[in-house]
């Protein structure tokens, strides 16, 4: 494996969607390289709704109907969030949460981003969380009625503060929860406390032999060797990002952890 990190791309908004890298270069800073960051016209959907500079290719993404969303994770963070309808379950799916549901819809892009400036501003519910504390939170759930009366709770507050505020054009309430894809197996049901352990190895060096039994996002949880006694992992997969990765048959390094006891 190469760790690199490599250049993953850019999105072209003309109809062709996810592009490769023409150099194949190293990454600058975040996913990309300098040039096919700058060929990148994506970037600005997240201040179109604010004044900023919208490329004409953008603006049918922008006046597409959008869903807000609130997304809870397994230790109860939530977050709110938009997509676009025809992303309206891939785009839950990717985040790793184990509760979401969309509490409006409106057929205007910038609509939608106004209304969840207006969540986090006015509830203090954030937009982000990094990958890593999203895997984290499968292997450290809190315990499950807590997480559900939180999602509850702030699916009631937001709902609350978008009739409040009449935001328009076309904004309309939800109360819409989200099912989670069969994929998600186990790891769909908030696990106890200690029931599952973070892979210990380094994903970016060597080789790993993993077989998948559920995803949450970026997560995965795998055994390294067959048979109902091998120990389950959460692994995140999410490191290989801009890694080069040579298929083979290769083993997991043998590793013992010790699982936590609280």
Do not use: N
Request: overall charge neutral; proline content about 8%; some cysteine.
């Amino acid at each position: 494996m190469s760790a690199g990190p490599w250049c993953t791309g850019w999105y072209d908004l003309d109809g062709a969607g996810r592009r490769p890298c023409p150099g194949r270069r190293p990454a600058v800073g975040s996913r990309q390289c300098a040039d096919c960051a700058l060929r990148d016209q994506f970037r600005f959907v997240h201040h179109g709704h604010t004044g900023g500079y919208v490329p004409a290719a953008l603006e049918p993404v922008l006046a597409a109907p959008h869903l807000l969303y609130l997304a809870t994770f397994a230790d109860g963070f939530t977050k709110v969030g938009t997509a676009a309808e025809h992303r309206r379950t891939g785009r839950i799916d990717e985040q790793g949460a184990v509760l979401a549901s969309y509490v409006a819809a409106t057929t205007d892009g910038r609509v939608v981003r106004e209304a969840e400036d207006l969540v986090t501003a006015e509830l203090d519910v954030p937009q982000h969380r990094r990958r890593a504390a999203k895997v984290a939170a499968l292997a450290r759930p809190a315990e499950r009625a807590r997480v559900r009366t939180r999602h509850a709770e702030t699916v009631q507050q937001v709902s609350a503060l978008l009739a409040r505020a009449g935001l328009g054009p076309g904004l309309m309430p939800l109360d819409e929860p989200w099912t989670p894809p069969s994929d998600m197996g186990v790891l769909a049901g908030m696990p106890p406390q200690g029931s599952w352990v973070e892979y210990p190895s380094d994903l970016r060096s060597g080789g790993h032999g993993l077989l998948v039994e559920a995803c949450a996002g970026s997560a995965v949880l795998a055994r390294t060797r067959p048979g109902p006694d091998a120990g389950r992992y959460l692994v995140d997969l999410g490191r290989l990002t801009g890694a080069r990765i040579v298929p083979g048959d290769v083993d997991s390094p043998e590793t013992e952890v010790q699982e936590p006891l609280f």
